[in-house]
């Protein structure tokens, strides 16, 4: 049913992937979306379990921006079922708030709760808003917190710890990676899907075949071919041993990008200078997630627990902290009916960042041993929460950086692609090699969900360009 030709192949199925091969397709151009996964969406997934469990893996908070992206490369359909979470909530050993999560309740909040003067506020989301790629990347997270609140370990506490959990920022990163996502969640707040992931995959799917782009799953790419300083196709190894090749004029891959390089191209196709510019771009952190579902008919208590919970017993703020194997801080999400509708059950997904090294290099039996720790503790906690819990639930299992590695293919499973200079890398693909492109959750394209929908957007254009240019 496949051509043997295609004017563009897309490796990887995730947000930036697919919004890529919907606009390429939507533009007449002949797209073949390649996945190595039995099914699409790349960390925008789910997975099935017994008697109807369905789980959404991750978190699943984006800006407003989303709304806007997904109807206009995507459909009225998905950006209209794009709804706002009402209740993010804070609980560390500093401050317990709820917040919409937005610019006037954060701007009360600081100077009522945490007697910050108003002007000096406004001073800081005007900096974060401003900012952008031209910026002055010397510029630490930590030092644009020292030039507003210094010495506010609680007040850095409050601005960072979501962004952490974003797209892997730390003090340490640029702080256009943190004012850029920050001021963007700022505009109107956080939103989800309404409907659960699996059917936000399933329309995109849908809208994928109504403009003539071809879908092979199951099938990981192995080879992106080279002749000339051009590219002329792929190879694909599909689950049952069968190898296909595929002649296109351009690649966009959606695969981690040190992973495209190295793997899929190789070394030897690219300059010197830029195959060490490449092996210097740093992956940013992988996570570690608790899955739980509730028995039929459980309800948990929305206004104690609200749709995002960042909770922590660490008593001063540390973004490295958050890495910590031994983990005092995670990120509960919460999807009640509401969220998933013709369900009668709830579901709680904790997340929490994670070194791949920390979990790589453990002994089977250990490792087993780690995920019923990791299990047995995030129980604890959210027992503070629902104190009934443990008496509650119909399933329970964990995720590692090795579960993510494994489902993905990313480098130390990484979550969120790589630091901030793995964006110049991405975007120079095509100066090394004719047709080569690649977009994803790298650098910072905002973050998460939208970020990766933009990056897709940006690609798609510059593949369009590229194939304009050869015909």
Known sequence: MFKDTYDVVVIGSGLAGMTAANILGRSGHEVLLVEGHHQLGGLATTFKRR???????????????????????????????????????????????????????????????????????????????????????????????????????????????????????????????????????????????????????????????????????????????????????????????????????????????????????GQEFFSKQFAEKAKAVRLNNSSTQVYIAMKHGFMIDEDKCGDLLFTSTEQLFDSAKLLDKKITSRTFSFYYPRTRPNTDRCYVVSSTNAHYEDWDNLEERDYKQHKENLIADTLDILAKYIPNVKDNIDWLEAATPKTFARYTEHWNGASFGTKYEGLAVSRELNNEINGLFHAGSVGIIMSGWLGAVNYGVIAANDVDAALLKRN
């Open 51 to 265: 008697d109807g469990i369905i789980f959404d893996v991750s978190l699943h908070g984006f800006p407003v921006g989303m709304i806007k992206s997904c109807r206009r490369y995507w459909n009225q359909d998905i950006a209209d079922r794009i709804v706002q979470l009402r209740k993010i909530r804070f609980d560390n050993p500093q401050f317990q708030l709820e917040t919409t999560f937005d610019r006037e309740d954060f701007t009360n909040i600081l100077v009522d709760k945490f007697g910050i003067a108003r002007e000096t506020v406004a001073a800081f989301f005007n900096k974060a808003r401003e900012m952008s790629h031209y910026d002055d990347q010397a510029l630490t997270a930590r030092e644009l917190f020292d030039e507003f609140f210094p010495n506010r370990l609680d007040v850095v506490r409050l601005l960072m710890e979501p962004i952490t959990y974003a797209n892997g920022s730390t003090l340490d990163d640029p702080a256009l990676t943190y004012g850029i996502v920050f001021s963007n969640f700022m505009s109107k707040g956080v939103y989800t899907f309404r409907g659960g992931t699996d059917l936000l995959i399933e329309l995109m799917t849908e809208e994928l075949r109504k403009n003539g782009v071809d879908i092979l799953k199951g099938s990981p790419v192995r080879k992106i071919l080279v002749e000339g300083g051009n590219v002329v196709g792929v190879k694909v190894k599909k689950v049952d041993g069968t190898e296909l090749e595929f002649r296109t004029k351009t690649v966009l891959s959606n695969a981690n990008l040190k992973a495209t390089i190295f793997n899929m191209v």
